[in-house]
């Protein structure tokens, strides 16, 4: 018996499309000679809809190329995740679908509402556990959140199901892959000889990004087996028709794209055995998925033409090798804008990594602007000393100016902030923080770093200088980012506990980090929250990134 | 017997200063004789505290300051609003404190997770009903949802209580006054004899406003008596100590602020029957409720020096005017930013309304700066026309000069949009968007007008031609916004049905509106998320504001 995983990218709201996407992807099952087609959650929609959800027209569209797609494929089997609204309530639902029309349909029980999640702003529990058989054998369905809850599973495990479908819209972070596959194979094995087939969502949505890595649990897990049948790839498209029957998961994978960046040789298993997991290869597989928020992004929102300003430094090194492999290099252009603070070595490497990279290169001196900022401002300035207002000008000039390309060449800016620097504030609003998308705004500075090792194994394309100065935003003479902030490791280190290990100054203190410098940076992260409500989105890659996951007001007054 | 009202204006996460307020609110009640004090909703934590209530430490420290208050005000019983941890589990809860000690804690059991609200992402819902027995009477206690939700109020009516005390905060909105008062008297009617007493937080915080307005009902309500027994102003500070036993409703009230606008007398029950409510008068309390607003995002973030461009625009104007009224005027700039666009008749009313309100007036003209970035840019737009580039350029030179200000005087920008320009993006992002607080951003254009005329009533503030003549952001050749955006009422129509009435265009076109001009402005507003993303936060006054309370994907390929 074969099924077949649609491990598929939508656009959120761009029914028409999702639509011809789930075809193309029944057509192959049908090919392929599968029976059951199985989507990811929501996948008629994407994932999350939002108040999108709120819209009754568009609830009705979802059901309409819900039914449309039963029509058109009478004599395969395809679940489908769609919002349903029954009785003026609104479900997250999974409607089996055959013989065309609607055979089953299943509601979302356990609905997650914390994280980045809002499923309880617009959905109902549903309450009823769905099977469906085929070919003797019993299917029941779950969406995402139910497998990690005591009671669905086990429910339908009461009713001798032989699998358990879960579609999933379950988002990437760096360390949960292995977690993901592990933590559900310790709940399947517990419910005796059942396989569970779990289908993920692929792609970026704003300041999400879903990796797939759609699995099926092996027939017999026990703690001395944690193989699992069948794997698939973490971001990419495609789809994988699996012969359930056969002992090896015998699969015949189709997929529409492939590791924008592609450097060790990876079996489909690599990345789930813990042994095999080492360092380099999640850095690897960050750096493919940060590639795919951005092209999603932009191709998503139809933006044609890319610009980036370089400084010379790792950051926005990064973020144009991140562009190189999202977009065409045709569409890109990187800026150089140098004042008297650049080096001389800042300038060679930005253009000795725009050459590598293949990229237009533009070089517009501030200094001009900047002096006749200074000049309008002169009367009211006199006598003033030189501050944070000269440094923050220059970052602002920069801003305008590729505010001014993007909108005269019909572009977007990318912002090129890491997520230390969005923490603790270090950062211009209206300067540096301009763009449309901030691709490493969840990205730690140390782990940017590791990044750009990645980038370089095999060659060298970001110039080795970019990596091994100190870095600096040369906004004023010999200045570095040390003479303001600790060094990275300390910061990202009170960052990781602080933000996403929610402990107090007090706890990361008793860990060993300076109390002056713990209290310092605290005190940096509460008082920047209105600078990160301005900056703009970018994906979510830790266990806590700001945003949507952390929502804290900008007006508090508490002293953590 | 004597109850206390404290209708007060805490601050989010400044455990001390809230504690230092109820301490003074117990104590104005114990002198006015009173027997029981009710704080709002959270009153010891501020509301909405958002993700500090995921902080261990935080619910800690706000269980010490309750304690405080029971061990200093033993005589006196005290419903204070707070969070509290039970078995792991969260709750929004009131708890009367008498005799040094906690007597009884009610958890809320209806929880809003909808517009603004996310409290399923905090709390879980209380099963239990509280009543406590004063003086031969039965009081019950709920909390704010639970008085609009068929449950919580019948339970406590079951029980024959002879009072009901709601705690809460209640955002404000412009037309929600009247309607909460009436549509709680119409519920509470049907419960037979039972009185409620109404309590609800007054001040701004972040996107959100609380006004007040707490009330008794009468002890005979039905369809021909709708009077209520008691209520207090909008947006005012105060302690009221009122009666119960008296048919009067007699009352000792004390205010600490006043109407910074002050314009018609009222009396205190004006603004609750319908016959009187004017629409003037609704206008009246939205500007008092626009200057508590920005007042408390000035006070509450310690900002000291206040930054505006003027423009001799109308937005400028009443911006400039409600921080007249909100902040000491030797701390407020505004800064006249002329162009060669710019009018003879926008320079000389800009200078006007700032003499006019007391505030330091400056000009700086951008020209030099203009032809600067022109020349920067001259290579590599060589032959192409100006178009919205140059617009923006002007816009964006504006914000880096403010921002300048700001940065040397140690101040912080207001930012002048109305809703319905950032409704449909007819704002530079980076230029005219910049700004910490955004106190139009949901008041549309329309009713600016009114706002300013309101301002006018008495005596010419804002010179005449700025109201009179058409808006323009002057940032081309006679420019006026209609060349590119429908008329305002059109416009403002259209956005009121979109966007707070939940339309479909169809059913907007159907009301009588150029379906070309409802398509036009509802891909404008779908298209310009992402402006809205990056913009300063501005305080909600109608009933869906853009923010939190409309949560809309900037990738979306939905066509509505």
Sequence with gaps: MKISLAQINPTVGDLNYN?????????????????????????????PPEDLLLNDEFIESCKYFLNKIAVKFPNLKIIIG?????????????????????????????????????????????????????????????????IWTHGPAEDLSQNNVDYIICINASPYEINKASKRVHEIQKR????????????????????????????????????????VYFSSKQFLTLNATVDLSSNLGESVIEKYDKFPFHRIPSSSHLHLADDSITKQCLIYNLLNGLILAMKDYVKKNSIKNIFIGLSGGIDSAIVLFIASKAIKKENITAVMMPSVFTSKSSLEDAKSLAKNLGVTYKVTNIEPLMKSFKKSLAKDFKGLENDITEENLQARIRGVLLMAYANKFNGMVLATGNKSEIAVGYSTVYGDMVGGFSVLKDVPKTLVYKIANEINYDQIIIPNRIITRPPSAELSENQT????????????????????????????????????????????????????????????????????????????????
């Design 19 to 47: 639509y011809k996407l789930i075809v193309k992807h029944a057509n192959i099952a049908e090919k392929n000679g599968a029976e059951i087609l199985i989507t990811p959650e929501l996948s008629i929609c994407g994932y």
């Design 82 to 146: 769609h919002p349903r609204k029954h009785k003026n309530l609104l479900f997250n639902s999974a409607s089996l679908l055959f013989k065309g029309k609607i055979q089953k349909t299943y509601d979302k029980k356990i609905l997650p509402n914390y994280g980045v999640f809002d499923e309880k702003r617009y959905f109902n529990s549903g309450q009823k556990s769905v099977i469906f058989n085929h070919k003797n054998k019993k299917f029941g369905i779950l969406i995402c959140e139910d």
């Design 188 to 227: 399947i094995s517990r419910l005796g000889a059942i396989q569970l087939i779990y289908v993920n969502l692929v792609g970026g949505q704003d300041e999400l990004l879903f990796d797939g890595l759609s699995f099926i649990t092996h027939p017999n897990i026990d703690d001395s087996n944690r193989n």
């Design 481 to 560: 980012d040390q003479d303001n902030l600790p060094n990275y490791d300390v910061l990202d280190g009170i960052i990781d506990l602080y933000i996403e290990k929610n402990y107090s100054s007090a706890m990361i203190i008793k860990k060993g980090f300076s109390a002056q410098v713990v209290k310092k940076v605290v005190k940096l992260i509460e008082s920047n929250e209105f600078k990160r409500r301005q900056s703009a989105p970018g994906p979510k890659v830790t266990y806590k990134a700001f945003g949507k996951d952390r929502r804290y007001p900008i007006t508090s007054n508490y002293k953590p």
